[in-house]
Each structure stands twice: as structure tokens, then as C-alpha cells.
């Protein structure tokens, strides 16, 4: 497994060294947690105002676009960040991105164990480096967001979710949302446990959930808090709260209700696998701020639809799937550079919304395949 995990590790910096020549981002949503981890090694609280924070890392004030004035992020993915915190932030930055491919790497060679493709080992190695080019990774990657984690984190849960371990299954769930909440969906799983493995699952998930925050001295309730502002965002996010202009209030309501929903079919029986496809591209349709880079964590859903429709040989499931990869392969744009990027961005959450409904039209499709 290793040396293939190298080659797709290697492949993927290849393409995406080559997608990142030209960064636009720099690296705009690491800083957030690069401060806050520098607070956090000095002893400080990581959720300090931003300015104060960006002052001690001697950066400037936060620029216009930043509508936030603490860290939204849970604390999560600020221990992810402390041991880059040394360094200055361009070195941090080039360090995180390699600890993503590598994460990416790791989670691509899960998704072999996880969909069992016709394919040799090394030829799954190869394509996993293609994903470089795609937009959601190599995007996230210029944004500094945790794209290799996130990936890592869907495989993992997917993984422990099918396989019967209760106890790892809720504590990489538990950990995965505090690097980013929107893994909670994938709890409908646990519908068809046991009530033994059910508490063994809500332990992991309490011990994986709460360390994080008890490490950086912030109670859940006060992140929540301190995060509640990040909801002036959600309009730029490419989730059905964003698109329809709900608000956060309702975009978790709506989140909820597609949870009640899988619980229903996962306990009337609804496979292990199919119940956390779903719950993976529900979760992008619904959390109100599920960000373009997020769809990273639907790498798994694209590689299980991928070899479970060549199997049923299901045209539609296959063509669905290419829809949503191409659809999302185009980067995400500002709407305010003119000519033909300025109208992809001004209807790029409504690309982002259908491609991922029809990721889920083929995911239903392959639920229902024969065996």
C-alpha cells in the first residue's frame, strides 16, 4: 500500500504544482488557524479577537472580506495547524499543503479498499494524482483549507462506518467535526447498530468531539458563538440554504431534516454503504456553509459510484458521475473580474447546487442496484 500511496502522493504534486503556478489565494483561510495556533503554543486562547491575533504573528488587520472578528473554525483544525506554527507563514503554508496531498494520498487509498475497483493497485495509484487538476483540491489547497484531511477524514468514517467498529467509527467522526461540522450527518449509520454499539460509538464520538475543545481551553458552546458570525457567508457557499437565501437558522433546520430522513432509510435498511454516500452529498446540499473546497470530502461517494455503476453497468449512475466531476472541475470565480468570469460567478452557487444534486440522482441510482 505504501509505495502506491507514493506514487499517487507524487502524482498529486505534480498536478497540482501545476493547477497552484499561479496562486490567487495565498493561503487566505489558513491564516485564520495559522494565528490562532500561535496563540494556542504560547498559552493563549486560540479565539482571541483576529486582530490581536494576526498582530502578534506580525500580520496586518484583517482585509475587507474577512466578515469575521474571531477564528470560526472549531479547534480541530487549529491542533492541525500548531506544529506548522514555528515557521513564518509562507513556510507554514508550503508545509501544510504537503501534509494535504499527503492526507489526500492516504484517503485515495482507502477509497481502493473501500469500492474494490477492476483495476490494479498502481493504475488506481495513477489516477488518484489526476485529482490534483480538479478544482475543489487544488483550490482548497491555494485557500489553505484542510482538503487532504477532510478526504482523509470521509474515507475514514466510510471505512470504520461499514466495517462494525463502533468505538473508532465515533471518535473519527467526533474529531472529523471539529475540523469542519459538517461529518455530523454521517451518524444516520449507527440507525442499524446495536444499542451496545450505539453507546460505544456515542463514547468515541464524545472522547474524539470534546478533547479538541478541552486542549483549547474553549467550551463548545462559546466557539459556537464566536462561530455564529461565519453565517454572513453562507450566501457564497453553493448549498441549497445559500442558493434559496434561507439563512443559517433554516439551513440547519433543512441539514436536520435530510438526517431524519437517512435515519428513516438506514433503519428500514438501507445498506451501510449507500446510507453514507447519501449522507455525504446530503450534507454538501444542505449545511448551509458547505464550501466549494468541501466537495472533497465526496471523493470517496465519486469512487464507490464510480465502480459500483460499472458493475450494475448503469449508464445513467456513469454519466451522472461525469456531469458532477467535469461540473466541478471548473473553478470557483469572483464575480468581479468581467467578460465570461463574471457570469460564471454570479451563477456558480447554482452550478455548484445542481452538480451536486446530480452526484446524489446517481448515488440513489447505485443504492438501488442490483447486488
Not at 288 to 305: E, G, K, M, N, R
Not at 310 to 338: K, Q
Request: charged share 10%.
Amino acid at each position: 500500500m505504501l509505495p502506491r500511496t507514493a506514487v499517487t502522493f507524487a502524482a498529486l504534486w505534480v498536478t497540482s504544482s501545476f493547477a497552484l503556478r499561479e496562486s490567487r489565494a495565498h493561503g487566505d483561510d489558513l491564516v485564520q488557524d495559522y494565528v490562532s495556533a500561535r496563540a494556542l503554543r504560547d498559552g493563549l486562547s486560540p479565539y482571541l479577537p483576529l486582530d490581536d491575533l494576526r498582530d502578534r504573528a506580525g500580520l496586518p488587520p484583517r482585509p475587507g472580506h474577512v466578515l469575521v472578528t474571531h477564528n470560526p473554525h472549531p479547534p480541530g483544525a487549529v491542533l492541525l495547524t500548531v506544529p506548522f506554527a514555528a515557521a513564518d507563514f509562507g513556510m507554514a503554508l508550503d508545509r501544510v499543503r504537503l501534509l494535504q496531498l499527503a492526507a489526500l494520498a492516504v484517503a485515495w487509498a482507502l477509497c481502493f479498499r473501500l469500492a474494490a475497483p477492476p483495476l490494479s493497485g498502481w493504475a488506481w495509484a495513477l489516477v488518484g494524482g489526476a485529482f490534483g487538476l480538479w478544482a475543489p483540491v487544488w483550490q482548497g489547497l491555494d485557500w489553505g483549507q484542510p482538503v487532504g484531511v477532510l478526504a482523509l477524514a470521509a474515507a475514514g468514517i466510510w471505512q470504520l462506518g461499514r466495517s462494525g467498529r463502533p468505538l473508532a467509527f465515533g471518535f473519527v467522526l467526533g474529531f472529523a467535526c471539529t475540523v469542519r461540522p459538517f461529518f455530523a450527518l454521517s451518524c444516520v449509520v449507527a440507525m442499524k447498530w446495536t444499542r451496545r454499539e450505539q453507546l460505544a460509538a456515542f463514547a468515541g464520538a464524545l472522547v474524539g468531539g470534546l478533547v479538541p475543545f478541552a486542549l483549547a481551553g474553549t467550551p463548545p458552546w462559546e466557539w459556537y458563538r464566536l462561530a455564529s458570525a461565519a453565517g454572513a457567508y453562507a450566501a457564497e457557499c453553493g448549498s441549497l440554504p445559500g442558493v434559496l437565501g434561507l439563512g443559517t437558522t433554516a439551513g440547519v433546520g433543512l441539514y436536520a431534516a435530510a438526517a431524519v430522513v437517512l435515519a428513516y432509510l438506514r433503519w428500514k435498511g438501507l445498506a451501510a454503504d449507500s446510507t453514507l454516500a447519501l449522507a455525504a452529498v446530503a450534507a454538501m446540499l444542505t449545511y448551509p456553509l458547505a464550501w466549494f473546497q468541501y466537495d472533497v470530502s465526496l471523493i470517496p461517494v465519486v469512487a464507490w459510484v464510480a465502480v459500483t455503476a460499472h458493475r450494475a453497468n448503469s449508464r445513467f449512475a456513469l454519466v451522472a458521475l461525469t456531469l458532477f466531476v467535469a461540473a466541478r472541475a471548473v473553478p470557483d470565480v469572483i464575480p468581479d473580474t468581467g467578460g465570461w468570469a463574471d457570469a460564471v460567478g454570479h451563477v456558480k452557487g447554482w452550478v455548484q447546487v445542481a452538480a451536486r444534486a446530480v452526484l446524489l440522482a446517481a448515488v440513489i441510482r447505485c443504492a438501488n442496484a442490483p447486488s
